[in-house]
T-cell receptor, first 115, second 115 residues
Framework: AQSVTQLDSQVPVFEEAPVELRCNYSSSVSVYLFWYVQYPNQGLQLLLKYLSGSTLVKGINGFEAEFNKSQTSFHLRKPSVHISDTAEYFCAVSEPLQGAQKLVFGQGTRLTINP | GAVVSQHPSWVICKSGTSVKIECRSLDFQATTMFWYRQFPKQSLMLMATSNEGSKATYEQGVEKDKFLINHASLTLSTLTVTSAHPEDSSFYIC???????????FGSGTRLTVV
């Protein structure tokens, strides 16, 4: 069964600095990978996803992530963060060929942007 | 883009009563919908997967008789928390899965408080 580990529960960053949120997954089969953002008391908004093809995926709000199969990682990056990026970020994985189609989420990373 | 409407956004109910939460895909057909529960400062825990016209598949440890799921059409799934107790207080989020292009779309969540 697949699992997702987000290595940092909290990441404080100064405004306009770069940030990387780390995500590793465990699966023995092909996977789809996702990053979602959650603002307080709201649902999840998709930032980006990897289904196939280019390993560098660009998403909304200036975020990008790179799929590294050998390291089973899908780290999220942004070159310059804004105060508005303060939120909870979740990495998720699904195994499309296994039929269940369910998403398994990491524990989440709280990104706090300081002025 | 794909939109999922979840209602109500918040609800307060008395112990022993039942609460129904609706999840609608507004502009696409969702053969599969997922229900998650999220505790404060924690990740999303999958409760069940529902497919249109069939019984829901519950995750281990989730009480089927407590959390009734109905997926009567391709655009509507409901979660009913029966005989609610304070420990059922939580944030409930639904997700609808469309085709590969649409992917997973999340509702805005329902904050349930049982008093």
């Amino acid at each position: 069964a697949q699992s997702v580990t987000q290595l940092d529960s909290q990441v404080p960053v100064f405004e306009e600095a770069p940030v990387e949120l780390r995500c590793n997954y465990s699966s023995s089969v092909s996977v789809y990978l996702f990053w979602y953002v959650q603002y307080p008391n709201q649902g999840l908004q998709l930032l980006l996803k990897y289904l196939s093809g280019s390993t560098l995926v660009k998403g909304i709000n200036g975020f990008e992530a790179e799929f590294n199969k050998s390291q089973t990682s899908f780290h999220l990056r942004k070159p310059s963060v804004h105060i508005s990026d303060t939120a909870e970020y979740f990495c998720a994985v699904s195994e499309p060929l296994q039929g269940a189609q369910k998403l398994v989420f990491g524990q989440g990373t709280r990104l706090t942007i300081n002025p | 883009g794909a939109v999922v409407s979840q209602h109500p956004s918040w609800v307060i109910c008395k112990s022993g009563t039942s609460v129904k939460i609706e999840c609608r895909s507004l502009d696409f057909q969702a053969t599969t919908m997922f229900w998650y529960r999220q505790f404060p400062k924690q990740s999303l825990m999958l409760m069940a997967t529902s497919n249109e016209g069939s019984k829901a598949t519950y995750e281990q440890g989730v009480e089927k008789d407590k959390f009734l799921i109905n997926h009567a059409s391709l655009t509507l799934s409901t979660l009913t928390v029966t005989s609610a107790h304070p420990e059922d207080s939580s944030f409930y989020i639904c997700s609808a899965m469309g085709d590969r292009r649409v992917g997973y779309t999340f509702g805005s969540g329902t904050r349930l408080t049982v008093v």
